[in-house]
């Protein structure tokens, strides 16, 4: 690994600077707590760094800690409401929480974590890190959740170097694909927006973008041991920080069917490493679940916190529980994804148009601060072009190399078919949540970015659609873009909260 | 040695994925969740209200409204007002054809009222109303007074929780000048952009940390364009 990493080009490395610092500035532009279920997050973060223990999940509300509720109670706004910034405000916020830092017991709440204590705590664990060193030179809330914040930015920085390092596996001779695919991931502002937050998602991208590069690699190189036992690993990771990362099980089985498939010869070896991939995956998280009871009864999350004011959801209490039958998740799945069919029950009346242009397109042009603001529905449709050019563009790169390719075919395979079954998987957690919750609605795009790699896999291959001569203006014309797609959402953000 | 099933070296078999055929079927495939996928924005005009995206827990399908009839009043207390502000900012919904004459005052921490009013405005457009130097408050109290003759809807602030009476707060923005375009309010924006975080994070950090990112962009790409097309290991 390391030597494969001296041989990054300095460009590469550049690449996953940019990813930080996107990540940064994220950090100290978002308000506090204004990340995705930055509460409960921050909540479960705050309790294993001053506890060493996991927190209790007795609650499906958060109650932070008294620190982390002076600073929000002391904001003159709500999570949902219009900002009235006030420095009067600020300074009575900052001299509450240097008093009430004196006292570690106005830093611990066993219920801060909320819905969100029935997650695995790996996560908590690491960021417990930069927490206890912010203490230990003084820091309080505010300055450990920026220390938090900068960590999961380093962390979200190191899922585009695995972006990268799939990228060269699958462009090896075509830098300047692997770079623009970087590039794109690195700039997407949903993405820096994610992982300058405080938020158990960040580690699953890292899990994700290791094993999709890994599954690449072993296309090209052969299954190993050590191979077969760093597909497991980059799966466990992502398992230990979050419950709903089961989808990279189905990645990882997936891919493996097509590993053992392509190496039937030796089948007598590839088999057991195989089986090797899987134990390594789910094994730590069965001990764990022996210790805990991971993922029990998660409850409905809330708004965050216990206090008047909070929104309405859009879960009807009378309302009957959806079926459980399959049929009724594949009909879910339809209309997820397509339009319903006349016979089909709407699953999704809640929804003001389609779920998927609402819940991934639109977010993935930008969608934000408990994906309450963003831009304007016309223009996220540029998203559309962007992306159907994105598909043509790669069809027709594919199209072209079919013959060069066909020793490729089983990892495009491989790839696609796994990212189809993550987002499956991520349907049937939805379908899941919203039998358990009556209703409630649970996809978001963030759900699906520990495959961001083969977002970026598809900004490269379409790339090689354009003749030589025109590449580098392209790679130069794709970056000036997404640079300016960062400014924008920066600018619909100081607009939201600030102005 | 046999290489193996998938080096190029490996002779071909008619009967593996990969061939002509199975290259069309991919194809078709992917044309098919293409064409698909593409219905519902092809048929996206269907006249349903476009609204704000989920979270976990919430649906916002769009931003709600409270009416003042004529005579009636909404004020919104804890606004913060800063040094030369002028300009009042709601938004209006639903306007009669004759707009009603709506009366603004703006009390500041010291009793200080400034007043001013509007008479014509238009549906859907924020309202800006030029009320002269403002008494700048860290807690003001902005009211507004519907004298009539028709109703008028103005966006509420939803999920404010300081309400000063029992109709929901409407959306009250205070603006330093008339009409300002956003870069002029770029400064006071960076200002409460470093509020209720850690103390290091200054209006400075976040420009730098912007630019920092703008140089690592402009780094980046002159490192990949120098970087010759070539095996990469």
Redesign the interface.
């Known amino acids: 690994m390391s030597a494969l990493l001296r041989r990054l080009p300095l460009a590469a490395w550049a690449i996953v600077l940019v990813a930080f610092l996107h990540g940064a500035a994220w950090s100290v532009l978002t308000p506090s707590f204004q990340g995705a279920d930055e509460i409960a997050h921050w909540g479960y973060v705050q309790y294993v760094g001053e506890t060493g223990k996991t927190p209790d999940r007795s609650s499906r509300f958060a109650e932070p800690a008294r620190d982390a509720l002076a600073v929000l109670d002391g904001m003159p706004w709500s999570i949902d409401g219009q900002p009235s910034w006030s420095e009067e405000a600020d300074r009575r916020t900052d001299a509450l929480v240097d008093r009430l830092d004196d006292d570690r017991a106005n830093r611990i709440d066993k219920d801060g974590a909320a819905y969100q204590a029935s997650n695995p705590p790996l996560y908590a664990y690491a960021m417990a890190v930069p927490y206890r060193v912010t203490g230990w030179f003084g820091g309080d809330v505010l300055d450990r959740m920026l220390a938090v914040r900068l960590a999961s930015s380093a962390l979200g920085a190191l899922a585009v170097l695995f972006v990268l390092l799939l990228l060269r596996e699958l462009f090896p001779r075509r830098r300047l694909a692997w770079y623009v695919g970087g590039l794109a991931v690195a700039l997407q502002p949903v993405f820096g927006w994610l992982i300058g937050s405080v938020n158990n998602d960040i580690p699953v991208l890292v899990s994700g973008a290791a094993l999709l590069w890994l599954v690449a690699r072993t296309h090209r190189r052969g299954l190993s041991p050590g191979i077969a036992a760093g597909l497991g690993a980059a799966v466990a990771v992502g398992l230990l920080s979050k419950v709903s990362a089961y989808g990279l099980v189905a990645v990882l089985a997936w891919s493996l069917v097509f590993l053992v498939w392509r190496e039937r010869a030796r089948w007598r070896s590839a088999v057991p490493l195989a089986g090797l991939a899987l134990a390594v995956a789910v094994v730590p998280l069965l001990v764990l679940d022996l210790v805990r009871d991971i993922g029990a009864a998660t409850p409905a999350p809330d708004t965050g916190v216990v206090r008047e004011g909070a929104a309405a959801t859009v879960a009807d209490p009378a309302a009957a529980a959806p079926s459980r039958s399959p049929r009724d998740f594949l009909s879910y799945l339809w209309q997820f994804w397509l339009p319903r069919l006349p016979f089909m029950d709407d699953q999704f009346s809640t929804y003001p148009t389609y779920p998927v242009w609402e819940t991934y397109v639109q977010a993935f042009a930008g969608r934000f601060g408990w994906f309450a603001y963003g831009f304007s529905p016309e223009a996220s449709r540029g998203m559309v072009v962007v992306l159907a050019a994105l598909i043509a563009g790669a069809g027709v790169a594919l199209w072209r190399r079919r013959v060069a390719l066909r020793a490729r075919f089983g990892l495009i395979v491989a790839l696609v078919g796994g990212f189809v079954g993550y987002a499956v998987m991520v349907n049937l957690r939805g379908w899941q949540y919203r039998i358990d919750t009556r209703g409630e609605n649970f996809e978001q795009v963030r759900y699906l970015f520990p495959m961001i790699g083969l977002y970026g896999a598809l900004v490269g291959a379409a790339l090689l659609a354009l003749p030589d001569r025109w590449r580098r203006t392209a790679v130069v014309l794709v970056v000036l873009a997404a640079t300016l797609h960062v400014l924008a959402s920066w600018g619909v953000t100081l607009q939201r909260y600030y102005m | 040695m046999?290489p193996?099933?998938?080096?190029?070296r490996?002779p071909?078999r008619p009967s593996r994925?990969?061939?002509?055929a199975?290259?069309a079927a991919?194809?078709l495939a992917?044309a098919a969740i293409?064409v698909?996928?593409?219905?519902?924005?092809v048929?996206?005009a269907?006249g349903?209200?476009?609204?704000?995206?989920?979270?976990?827990?919430?649906?916002?399908?769009s931003s709600s409204a409270t009416v003042l009839e004529p005579g009636d009043r909404a004020c919104v207390r804890?606004?913060?007002v800063p040094d030369g502000a002028r300009v009042v900012r709601v938004y209006p919904g639903y306007v009669a054809e004759r707009s009603p004459t709506l009366r603004f005052t703006v009390r500041g921490d010291g009793g200080r009222v400034v007043a001013g009013r509007a008479t014509r405005f238009a549906t859907g457009e924020p309202l800006l109303v030029d009320l002269g130097p403002l008494p700048t408050s860290?807690?003001a109290t902005v009211c507004v007074h519907n004298r009539g003759p028709s109703g008028v809807s103005l966006a509420e602030?939803?999920?404010?929780?300081?309400a000063a009476e029992a109709r929901p707060p409407i959306?009250?923005?205070i603006l330093s000048g008339d009409h300002p375009r956003?870069v002029a309010?770029?400064d006071?924006?960076?200002?409460?952009?470093g509020?209720?975080?850690?103390?290091?994070?200054t209006p400075a950090?976040?420009v730098l940390?912007?630019l920092?990112?703008?140089v690592?962009?402009v780094?980046?790409?002159v490192?990949?364009?120098?970087?010759?097309?070539?095996?990469?290991?």
Do not use: C, M
Not at chain 2, 36 to 41: C, D, E, K, S
Not at chain 2, 157 to 162: L, N, T
Not at chain 2, 188 to 193: G, K, Q, S
């Open positions: 046999t193996p099933p998938d080096d190029p490996a071909r994925p990969g061939t002509a199975g290259w991919l194809a992917v293409v698909l996928l593409a219905i519902p924005f048929g996206a269907t349903r209200v476009e609204g704000l995206l989920s979270s976990n827990t919430q649906v916002r399908v804890g606004v913060y860290a807690s602030a939803r999920g404010h929780f300081g959306r009250v923005g956003a309010l770029v006071d924006a960076l200002e409460r952009a509020l209720f975080k850690s103390g290091i994070v950090l976040i940390l912007g920092a990112v703008l690592g962009v780094g980046a790409l490192l990949v364009l120098r970087d010759e097309e070539g095996p990469s290991s």
